[in-house]
Structures are given as structure tokens and as C-alpha cells.
């Protein structure tokens, strides 16, 4: 079966701090992996995805993300936090044509 | 690039009605929309697939008679929650991808209060 964990349901981190939003997944053969970013009452925004190739991904407002197979996961990181990036975020899975599977969901807050 | 809009954003409406929401892809053709309903602090549940000029494809425990897709052109789908209910109240987004197999990009979301 496939599944997104998303272990944390909550991170706070320090403004200008790194931060990190975690994500393994299950899921048979080589999945397509996304992050997404929902702020309150909108919709997903999407930050980036990794297909192949190069293991970190770079994306939209700062973040980036690595892909580690062996641990299969796809952790979200941003160097230095700002408070505009508190909001509620997203990994994805998609194996192969299927469609996207979403963990939980992890509410940043950046503490000013 | 790749914005999808919703229409309403949020909508209130009386027991027994029925809603429609449009989901609409502004500058790409989406060959595929998807619709999602998202309860309160809960991830996305992915409620149908649609294909333009075919009939969705719903997930398991998803009532189409009561959830009414339709995906008439390449950049519009519609979802009529049809003889609504207060436990129909949620939050209703759309997603559509220009290829299959391509990134999803999302709609604004639209929030529906059956009272």
C-alpha cells in the first residue's frame, strides 16, 4: 500500500534559523515527489518536485528539498526562516501514473 | 504560469440544495482535473478524477450522484453537490494537470456551510 508519513504535526523554529519539515514515504518502484504549501483558506502552492536526477531540489521562495532513497525520504529545508513561510505544509507521492498521495500535513510556525 | 482558479470561494447555502463549483485552468489546457475535500486540520482526500470529455473517475466511498463532475472543455470542471447536507460542509479544492502524469497545480479552494 502506499503511504506519506509526515512525523511531525507541528515544527517551530526561530526566525532566521534553518528549518527542516520531514517526510518518508512508502511506495512501490520510483515515485515522483512533491512538496506543496497551503496558507489559511487557500489552496495548495505548489514549492517543488523531484522526477530524477540531482538528489536536492530547489524550489520556490528558498526552499529546497533532498531526496534520500535509501531512507526514503524527501525532507523539505530552508536555510534561514522567515515568519511569511508559517503556514501548513505538504508532501506528495505519486507512483508512476497513479495519483498524488498526501501526508498530514506539518504546521510550520516561524517565531519572530 | 499554471493558475487554476475556483468559483465561489466560499458558498452558504440551505439544506436540500444543490451547489455547483467551477474549477477553472486560466492558462494551460488541463487534460485532467481533480477534484479534493479537505476536512478541518486533515490532509486532502481526492475525491475524483476527471477527463475532459469523459466521465469522472471516483474514488471508493465517494457517491457520484451526489457529487456530479463534469469536465465539459480542456480548461473547465465543474462539481455540483447535489441535495446538500450539513455533513456536505467542507472545504472543496480542485487541482488540474496540463499533461498525465504532470505536477497538479491547485485552485484557491472553496468553502461550502450547508445549514
Known amino acids: 500500500a502506499q503511504s506519506v508519513a509526515q512525523p511531525e504535526d507541528q515544527v517551530n523554529v526561530a526566525e532566521g534559523n534553518p528549518l527542516t519539515v520531514k517526510c518518508t514515504y512508502s511506495?512501490?518502484?520510483?515515485?515522483?515527489l512533491f512538496w506543496y504549501v497551503q496558507y489559511p483558506n487557500r489552496g495548495l502552492q505548489f514549492l517543488l518536485k523531484y522526477i530524477t536526477g540531482d538528489n536536492l531540489v530547489k524550489g520556490s521562495y528558498g526552499f529546497e528539498a533532498e531526496f534520500n532513497k535509501s531512507q526514503t525520504s524527501f525532507h523539505l529545508k530552508k536555510p534561514s526562516a522567515l515568519v511569511s513561510d508559517s503556514a501548513l505544509y505538504f508532501c506528495a507521492v505519486k507512483p508512476g501514473a497513479n495519483n498524488l498521495f498526501f501526508g498530514t500535513g506539518t504546521r510550520l510556525t516561524v517565531i519572530p | 504560469g499554471a493558475v487554476v482558479s475556483q468559483h465561489p470561494s466560499r458558498v452558504i447555502c440551505k439544506s436540500g440544495t444543490s451547489v455547483k463549483i467551477e474549477c477553472r485552468s486560466l492558462?494551460?489546457?488541463?487534460?485532467?482535473m481533480f477534484w479534493y475535500r479537505q476536512f478541518p486540520k486533515q490532509s486532502l482526500m481526492l475525491m475524483a478524477t476527471?477527463?475532459?470529455?469523459?466521465?469522472?473517475?471516483?474514488e471508493q466511498g465517494v457517491e457520484k450522484d451526489k457529487f456530479l463532475i463534469n469536465h465539459a472543455s480542456l480548461t473547465l470542471s465543474t462539481l455540483t453537490v447535489t441535495s446538500a447536507h450539513p455533513e456536505d460542509s467542507s472545504f472543496y479544492i480542485c487541482?488540474?494537470?496540463?499533461?498525465?502524469?504532470?505536477?497538479?497545480?491547485f485552485g484557491p479552494g472553496t468553502r461550502l456551510l450547508v445549514l
Open positions: 487541482s488540474a494537470s496540463p499533461f498525465v502524469g504532470e505536477t497538479q497545480y
Open positions: 476527471s477527463n475532459e470529455g469523459s466521465k469522472a473517475t471516483y
Open positions: 492558462d494551460f489546457q488541463a487534460t485532467t
Open positions: 511506495v512501490s518502484g520510483n515515485p515522483y
